[in-house]
């Protein structure tokens, strides 16, 4: 099956620095890639996600970069806020079928300092 | 936007008894949800697919006659946790898609902290 493997496990870094959150994936048929920020004792809320025929997106502060040839997907924050603190979920699937259940990475956590 | 609704939000219970968790898709149409568990400071983990009309399709590992999931209608999922033990202990999260044929677009609940003593 599918395996999800996320870095850092935890990151710190001042309110204005930019934060970037890597993850590789194994199976080449993975097609959709969401990313998730869960606060504590809250479910995950997605932020931002790709498909696999696109190399990159972005919405506003935060982006996120697809390789497909070697299999890995990276989210960028900008100009982080302490508000942005939380933990941070990437995630992989295969679309276009009637089962296209999420594995997880690992998680995130994100400290931002003001 | 897609909503998933879930219910209780928190609950305590006594050993031995069941609990039953509900997950509702609010403004859309859900033939498949999934159900996960989360452990502190840990992954989601996904323990079962819940399929309208027909059977779960449960994960290696989880005891299907101990996590009962019945999907009885195309907007409601429910998780019944019986005989429950204090290792039951967990934070339960559902999901559900609109758009599951394209493989995209899942919608989380708010989680269920359930607490056995």
């Known amino acids: 099956g599918e395996n999800v493997e996320q870095h850092p496990s935890t990151l710190s870094v001042q309110e204005g620095d930019s934060a970037v959150i890597k993850c590789t994936y194994s199976?080449?048929?993975?097609?959709?890639f969401p990313w998730y920020k869960q606060e504590l004792g809250k479910g995950p809320q997605l932020i931002i996600d790709?498909?696999?025929?696109?190399g990159e997106k972005k919405d506003q502060r935060i982006a996120v970069t697809l390789n497909k040839t070697a299999k890995h997907f990276s989210l960028h924050i900008t100009e982080t806020q302490p508000e942005d603190s939380a933990v941070y979920f990437c995630?992989?699937?295969?679309?276009?079928?009637?089962?296209?259940?999420?594995?997880f990475g690992q998680g995130t956590i994100l400290t931002v300092h003001p | 936007g897609a909503v998933v609704s879930q219910h209780p939000s928190w609950v305590i219970c006594k050993s031995g008894t069941s609990v039953k968790i509900e997950c509702r898709s609010l403004?859309?149409?859900?033939?498949?949800m999934f159900w996960y568990r989360q452990f502190p400071k840990q992954s989601l983990m996904l323990m079962a697919t819940?399929?309208?009309?027909?059977?779960?399709?449960?994960e290696q590992g989880v005891e299907k006659d101990k996590f009962l999931i019945n999907h009885a209608s195309l907007t409601l999922s429910t998780l019944t946790v019986t005989s429950a033990h204090p290792e039951d202990s967990s934070f339960y999260i559902c999901?559900?898609?609109?758009?599951?044929?394209?493989?995209?677009?899942?919608?989380f609940g708010s989680g269920t902290r359930l607490t056995v003593v």
């Open positions: 999901s559900a898609s609109p758009a599951l044929d394209r493989g995209l677009g899942y919608t």
């Open positions: 199976d080449s048929a993975s097609n959709y």
């Open positions: 790709i498909r696999s025929n696109v």
């Open positions: 995630a992989a699937s295969i679309g276009g079928t009637s089962y296209g259940k999420l594995t």
């Open positions: 403004d859309f149409q859900a033939t498949t």
């Open positions: 819940s399929n309208e009309g027909s059977k779960a399709t449960y």
